[in-house]
């Protein structure tokens, strides 16, 4: 139960800071044109990912019990 916990929460942590990097107004985010934009795609990508995988291991974790 904690893991699914735990992979909500990543995920909503990642998806926020995804929604604040977003532009707003017609200006871009500080990182885009930058040597840090690839980094930051792989972080997101990774944030998501890894909490997606916490939910569904816990998700067949408590089906399986």
Known sequence: ??????????????????????????????????EYEPYIGVAFTSGIALGFTMVLSAAISLWGN
Do not use: A
Request: with cysteine.
């Open 1 to 34: 139960m904690h893991i699914l916990i735990s992979g909500i929460v990543v995920l909503g942590i990642t998806s926020g800071i995804f929604w604040y990097c977003l532009p707003r107004n017609g200006q871009w985010h500080r990182f885009c044109d930058t």
